[in-house]
């Protein structure tokens, strides 16, 4: 079936999305970037929709999670009856609202979280998250829950810990298909997440 290949043909060419780096930033490790330049934390928030002219930020602390090691591959058949998939892009986000928010004295912070280590569908729209792996190639709604842990420097004020989850997802349209016309069902996405953008503010 054309469709069918051509779907499989852009599964291959995404692959997995690779954990998102801010290139701009030095990182004094593999894991952990601190900003602590004003107009550098400006710029970050910003992008990642977090900017409040409010608040007083003394320092943005990106950690990344790396991606989970993916062995197997795409199925090179697709027989999921007449529903079919159609790739519709890769995106990384942020979640506007805080996981965590703590208030501290002065002195500093221990930041202690839960994250998912491999991918997962947000949304099956009723259908079996097999179709989505075949086209993957990897394991869907089957990964670890894992712990990050981080210490903070020093701080000799009272301070706000506010930390949102960085994500990478991966959308598709789903579709059944007739004879004449493809039926559109929905959109859905598979997710992975990549990090905290943790903000400390004064």
Request: hydrophobic share 35%; charged share 25%.
């Amino acid at each position: 079936m054309l469709k069918m290949k051509k779907l499989l043909s852009m599964a291959l060419s995404i692959g997995m999305i690779t954990s998102m780096s801010i290139s701009v930033f030095a990182s004094s490790t593999d894991e952990v970037i601190i900003i602590t330049e004003e107009t550098e934390i400006s710029e970050i928030l910003k992008e990642k929709g977090l900017y409040d002219e409010n608040e007083e930020v003394l320092a943005v602390i990106e950690i990344d999670i790396p991606a989970p090691e993916v062995t197997s591959t795409a199925s090179p058949y697709l027989t999921f009856k007449d529903i079919y998939v159609e790739a519709d892009g890769t995106y990384s986000s942020t979640e506007y609202s805080a996981k965590y928010t703590q208030n501290y004295p002065a002195g500093s912070f221990d930041f202690e979280q839960s994250f998912n280590s491999g991918w997962t569908l947000n949304a099956n729209l009723g259908l079996n998250v097999e179709v989505f792996e075949a086209v993957l190639g990897y394991e869907l709604n089957g990964s670890t829950t894992d712990t990050f842990t981080y210490h903070s420097e020093y701080y000799s004020y009272p301070f706000t810990v506010k930390a949102h989850v960085n994500y990478d997802r991966e959308y598709y349209k789903v579709y059944d298909e007739d004879l004449i016309y493809d039926d559109y069902i929905g959109r859905t996405f598979v997710e992975r997440e990549t990090g905290y953008t943790i903000k400390v503010v004064k």
